[in-house]
């Protein structure tokens, strides 16, 4: 709870919105990057990951899907044990990513 609150207060003037894609990119180039690409300009990762564009950019994935995902262990991935906060974060940074058509 407390990490949450400073996570959020640390990025206070930015619209809300922004702010939460702000730090779920930088949760993900902490956290993430070891096996995912996470950023277009990232070019080492495993094979066995999929890239967060290549995520964001199935028509199946939404919301909900990743944040449930997210919520529990893989065997392939470490447990983060992510906060709500953190999970939204990176749930709606990951959907930023998401071409426009
Ligand atoms: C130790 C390597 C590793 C790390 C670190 C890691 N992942 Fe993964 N992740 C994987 C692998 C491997 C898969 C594919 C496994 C599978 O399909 O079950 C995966 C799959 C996923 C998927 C599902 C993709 C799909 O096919 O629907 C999501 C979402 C995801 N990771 C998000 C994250 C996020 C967010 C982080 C950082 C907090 C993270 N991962 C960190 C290895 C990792």
Redesign the pocket.
């Known amino acids: 709870m407390k990490r949450a609150l400073v996570l959020a207060s640390l990025l206070m003037p930015l619209p809300a919105a922004a702010q939460t894609v702000q730090t779920g990119g930088a ?2 180039v902490r ?2 990057t ?3 690409v996470v950023e277009a300009s990232q070019r080492l990762a ?1 094979d ?3 890239s ?1 564009r290549t ?1 964001a950019a ?1 028509p199946e ?1 939404t919301a909900a ?2 944040d449930g ?2 919520s529990v262990g ?1 065997t ?3 447990d ?1 044990s ?1 906060s709500t906060v953190e999970r939204n974060a ?1 749930v709606t940074y ?1 959907l930023s990513l998401r071409e426009k058509p």
Do not use: D, E, Q
Request: aromatic share 14%; with cysteine; charged share 5%.
């Open positions: 949760l993900a956290w993430c070891a096996c995912h495993t066995s990951a999929p967060f995520i199935r994935t899907k990743l995902y997210l893989h392939l991935m470490p983060f992510l990176l990951i």
